[in-house]
């Protein structure tokens, strides 16, 4: 953990011989979308004059790429776990610190950090939404969620969403009626999933030639449901399919990857699934697989699917609104019922493999390359929020929208 420099401005100006300094506000520094995709931003916002720094609400900074990401540009990394001392802590920071921009990818408890950030007089006060969010709450969960999206509502600069669902769900229904609000896509690195890697995927394995080699990434967590693999497997296998799974992803203390294994186990697959945990070469292995398998019940814009149909990679995935969108953008997403049998799944994995042996990498990174999901739009938005004096579209839209609160 860096130290943070003090800095004796006052709040809401930024001195011209520094950089714009964002302080970006997350639950835990781990593997996972939101980490990544932030990850691949920092050099070309480090390269754009955009210092950032990051706050943990969390008494660790956790083994994902962010951390040493971020100093290696000129960040730091602060745990403000979440208990007593939490608010004259964050107050503390901010007041010492003075960021020109205060950026919280934490959901609706978003509102709590953004109202200490505006009373600390931090002008930029970003909101940012990941997940859909649409699983059924209990009374206290809709009470705690209204009572920290007032405080968002009435401290929020900007409000984003990776998809036009996570506003819908996490946010408002109505966002589109609130000026703050835009859709901000994840931009995604082409170079990071190209970059080369140590194993060849079909001999870490073992799989016969002619087998489809089917992948999922994601973490070992309930809502990724990663145990529908082996059962998929077993349809595939009726069909005369013979196949593997390869799963890719750490594990977070929960029990999935022993449900993984005892389905495994069940179906008579034990030699044929294949946990693999945390890879640092995660593009290398969707470049070898003949399909993808995205099974996850709860997504916002799913890296899982979005990295594999860059590359050209037939992807199976539930049908969230998160996946519609991406597979209205770009081809090779074969969508499937959320709750369908496996059956089903093993017929859109047949189909999702003949995709990938028609499409070539080449034209795959070509319409991605053109597509919203570039990594530049997504350059080009944050230092529209970030700098907005540099941008009087996005200054007045901003003001338009205090004027209304």
Known sequence: MSSFPDDPTTPGTRRPDRPCRVLRIVGEL???????????????????????????????????????????????????????????????????????????????????????????????????????????????????????????????????????????????????????????????????????GRDDLRTLVGAEPGALVCVSV??????????????????????????????????????????????????????????????????????QADVVVHPSCLEGLPGGVLEPVALGVGTVAADLPGVRFIEAHLPGVTVVDTDAPPRVWAEAVRTAAAYTATTTPQTAAARFTDSVFAIDAALAAHLAIYRPQEHPTAQRSRQTAGSER
Not at 32 to 57: C, D, N, Y
Not at 238 to 244: C, K, Q, T
Not at 247 to 254: F, S
Request: hydrophobic fraction near 40%; aromatic fraction near 4%; charged fraction near 25%.
């Open 218 to 287: 994601g973490r070992a967590s309930p809502e990724k449901r990663r145990w529908l693999l082996p059962p998929i497997l077993a349809e595939l296998r009726s069909l005369g399919v013979p196949a593997h799974a390869v799963l890719v992803g750490p594990g977070d203390g929960a029990d999935d990857d022993a449900r993984v294994r005892a389905e495994a186990h069940a179906a008579g697959l034990a030699d044929r699934v294949h946990l693999l945990g945390a890879r640092d070469d995660v593009g290398h292995l969707l470049r």
């Open 30 to 196: 781990n593997f996972g979308g939101t980490e990544m995709r932030t990850a691949e931003l920092l050099p070309r916002l480090a390269a754009a004059g955009v210092e950032v720094h990051m706050v943990t609400l969390s008494d660790r900074i956790g083994p994902g790429p962010l951390a040493e990401t971020v100093t290696r540009h000129g960040g730091t990394v602060t745990p403000v776990a979440l208990d007593a001392h939490f608010v004259p802590r964050l107050v503390g920071l901010l007041r010492r610190w003075r960021p020109d921009v205060v950026h919280v990818d934490c959901a609706n408890f978003s509102g709590v950090p953004l109202a200490l950030a505006r009373l600390c007089g931090v002008p930029v006060r970003v909101a940012h939404f990941r997940g859909d969010d649409n699983v059924r709450r209990s009374l206290r969960r809709r009470v705690y969620r209204r009572l920290c999206g007032r405080l968002l509502r009435h401290s929020a600069t900007d409000i984003l969403g990776v998809s036009p669902s996570s506003l819908t769900f996490g946010y408002d229904p109505r966002w589109q009626h609130d000026r703050r609000c835009r859709v901000v896509l994840n931009g995604l690195d082409l170079d990071r999933l190209r970059a080369p």
